[in-house]
């Protein structure tokens, strides 16, 4: 595998369920991303890791919960989501955080619906 | 406050017509300035970027983007479109952080580009 992954790909979940989102990056990157992708809205930057250390949180609330267990994987999980919360989310890693030289690179995304 | 702007949110084009797709920013220094586009179902690609240097940079597929700093613009551009152009695209800045240490990397809401056989 190269490049960023993300599984599931497609998810469908209830409101009172539990899931979790994953994501692997094979670029030897130090920073991750969770980006929420709405219809007709900018992409909203919801987490950032540096070095598996939760270096911002953009006032997302906490039914969200992200996971950084190592420099190569993130997760997001997800649990009592409303209907607003479907979106496709994605993931993203850098070389570094704050240094803004270095473009992200996208997972595909994981196309999720609240129902 | 940082911010971009991508004033269309619906192109159309004919194959082999020329494309140019607008950004505009708002930032008071020189911001590193991206170029994204995401095709169906995919995440974001990177088409270039630009934060010294020429101000006009090249980048993959044949787009091209123009910096000019008197209209705070950083427009993309392509010479002959092609029906696999079809995509939505991103401009985006990098901004320093401010004195809190806040993260500031801003995506604009996006151009869908249509090309037309």
């Known amino acids: 595998e190269t490049g960023v992954t993300q599984t599931p790909r497609h998810l469908v979940m209830g409101m009172t369920n539990k899931k979790s989102l994953k994501c692997e990056q094979h670029?030897?990157?130090?920073?991750m991303y969770w980006y929420k992708q709405s219809a007709k809205k900018p992409l909203e930057l919801m987490f950032v890791?540096?070095?598996?250390?939760?270096?911002e949180n953009n006032s997302v609330p906490s039914r969200f919960s992200p996971e950084c267990p190592n420099s190569s994987h993130l997760f997001l999980h997800l649990h009592t989501l409303q209907p607003e919360d479907s979106a496709l989310y994605l993931c993203a890693s850098s070389q570094a955080s704050y240094d803004y030289r270095y473009e992200q690179y996208f997972g595909p995304g994981t196309r999720l619906t609240v129902t | 406050a940082q911010s971009v702007t991508q004033p269309d949110i619906h192109i159309t084009v004919s194959e082999g017509a020329s494309l140019e797709l607008r950004c505009n920013y708002s930032y008071g220094a020189t911001p590193y300035l991206f170029w994204y586009v995401q095709s169906p179902g995919q995440g974001l690609q990177l088409l270039l970027k630009y934060f010294s240097g020429d101000t006009l940079v090249q980048g993959i597929k044949g787009f091209e983007a123009e910096f000019k700093r008197s209209q705070s613009s950083f427009n993309l551009r392509k010479p002959s479109v092609h029906w696999s152009d079809a995509a939505e695209y991103f401009c985006?800045?990098?901004?320093?952080?401010?004195?809190?240490?806040?993260?500031?990397?801003?995506f604009g809401t996006g151009t869908r580009l249509k090309v037309l056989a």
């Open positions: 670029l030897g990157h130090n920073a």
């Open positions: 985006a800045v990098g901004a320093r952080p401010g004195t809190s240490g806040t993260y500031k990397y801003i």
């Open positions: 890791y540096s070095l598996e250390e939760r270096v």
